[in-house]
């Protein structure tokens, strides 16, 4: 069976500091894992995806994620957090059946000032 | 929310009712889904279609309809027989046609039960 889980539901961060989101994930074969963020009454928007070669993800807004796979992990990562980074934020996973995504149960990021 | 369009934003019910939610794409993809979104429980799925004419029951189909009879459009029913309807409903597209394949959404539609 396919599935991520998020082990923290809030994480709360200082501007400026680095900010992390942790993922975990449980998956037959190879992984195929993405991260979104969620504003607050909005639809999910795409971050970045993991689908294979560099452990090391770059995706939109200053956001990367790091691949592990032997700690089976895909932890959200920027290296100074902003106000506005403050949301919900969603690990997946694809499914056996590529067109099915499993959801993680989110995790809520504030930055303070 | 890219291609993506849900409509309407709000939508209150009273119990007993059938509502339909709209939801249209106009980026050429295949795949199309429909989740249900609860605080403190993510996404879940209720149905998606992978080609017109053809859907498949998610995890929580109970109590909702889908028919997917044009490739930009897919709309979900909730049916009178869904017990606890009140939620954040959002609707997500996908090319479907490999291992790249991203999912995208739209911005969502509140479902409130009177």
Known sequence: AQSVAQPEDQVNVAEGNPLTVKCTYSVSGNPYLFWYVQYPNRGLQFLLKYITGDNLVKGSYGFEAEFNKSQTSFHLKKPSALVSDSALYFCAVRGYNFNKFYFGSGTKLNVKP | ?114
């Not at chain 2, 889904?33 to 605080?39: F, L, T």
């Not at chain 2, 309807?85 to 999912?103: M, N, V």
Request: charged content about 20%; some cysteine; overall charge neutral.
């Open chain 2, 1 to 114: 929310d890219g291609g993506i369009t849900q409509s309407p934003k709000y939508l209150f019910r009273k119990e007993g009712q059938n509502v339909t939610l709209s939801c249209e794409q106009n980026l050429n993809h295949d795949a199309m889904y429909w989740y249900r979104q609860d605080p403190g429980q993510g996404l879940r799925l209720i149905y998606y279609s992978q080609i017109v004419n053809d859907f498949q029951k998610g995890d929580i189909a109970e109590g909702y309809s889908v028919s997917r009879e044009k490739k930009e459009s897919f709309p979900l029913t909730v049916t009178s027989a869904q017990k606890n309807p009140t939620a954040f409903y959002l609707c997500a597209s996908s090319i479907a046609r490999g291992i790249t394949d991203t999912q995208y959404f739209g911005p969502g539609t509140r479902l409130t039960v009177l």
